[in-house]
């Protein structure tokens, strides 16, 4: 078996030893232009030229969750392209959103600023319920983040394609949903995947329908947040603030006015992240299933885009 590795701005060396132990006779090797045929693909964004000239593949994993990259690119019909199907990233994305949503909610901003200036002030306890939560996507990462902040009494809804039943979190789903989902949130968490129908979704019209006093929290892909019409709303008064982590240019630009406003916190997009060895297990199990002419879960559909 040979898996040939394509992964832009990965170090490849602990990724071609894990996969070599987890099938010591193949063959596991960085792609190069010209390099023999590969039975699988390990990637993460790589160029047309790697699809085109790959062209015995019986399978492409991706060494991420989200495959908005992968599908703009032209890909071989009936090859299955697989995602990162949590590996860990799901428990790193509620210690995230919680925290988020902790630290807007309980005003920690203020008290590290007040304890920088030796102060002892309390402010007035908030109502959680006065600060529901909308999680949009309720898929392997967007489930998870909402039951964590269920456990924490926050009342939560959620928003998917087709309808879930999750134990503590109020679900809606599709287009009928989506302005009753709106309207029962004041912070709202981005967890979608990053398709035709949810690109720019975060923009004045969606932000402008929760509740005064809005926050945002985007972790999915920068292009579902049109970020002029965030700044607006934030600047208006009808937002609070909100807590970023992707961003439609990557390194966000250091001329972003995002760096610098008071009430937006960015981080570079760290959020949930790939962790190298449950993901060799996982592809590798993956690989080792489809040899035998098994199923397996995480196969993205292309026509949905996820
Ligand atoms: P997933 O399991 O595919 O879940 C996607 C969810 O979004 C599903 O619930 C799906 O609905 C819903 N959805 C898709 N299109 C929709 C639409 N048009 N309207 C309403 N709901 C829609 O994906 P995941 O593993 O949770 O990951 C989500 C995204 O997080 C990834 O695509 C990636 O972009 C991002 N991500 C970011 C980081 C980071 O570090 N910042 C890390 C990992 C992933 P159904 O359940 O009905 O299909
Ligand atoms: C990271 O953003 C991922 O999609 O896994």
Redesign the pocket.
Known sequence: MRISFCCTDTKAQPWLEGLRAAFPGAEVEVWSAGAAPADYAVVWAPPQQFIDEQTQLKGIFNI???V?ALLKLRLPPGVPVVRLDDAG?SVQMAEYVCHAVIRHFREFDGYEADARQGKWSYRKPRLRTDFPVGVM??????ARVSRALAQFDFPVAG????A?AIDGVKCFSGQAGFNDFLAASRILVC?????P??DNILCRDTLARLRPGGYVIN???GSHLVDEDLMALIDSGHLAGATL??FRTEPLPAAHPFWTHPSITVTP?????TLREESIAQIAGKIAALQRGEAVAGVVDPARG?
Request: charged share 20%.
């Open positions: 991420g969750a989200g908005d990233m996507g309720l898929g392997v990462l967007g928003w998917s394609r087709s879930k967890l979608l995947p990053l398709t129908d949810t972790v999915a892909r982590d992707v997009h760290t959020s949930a992240r996820y």
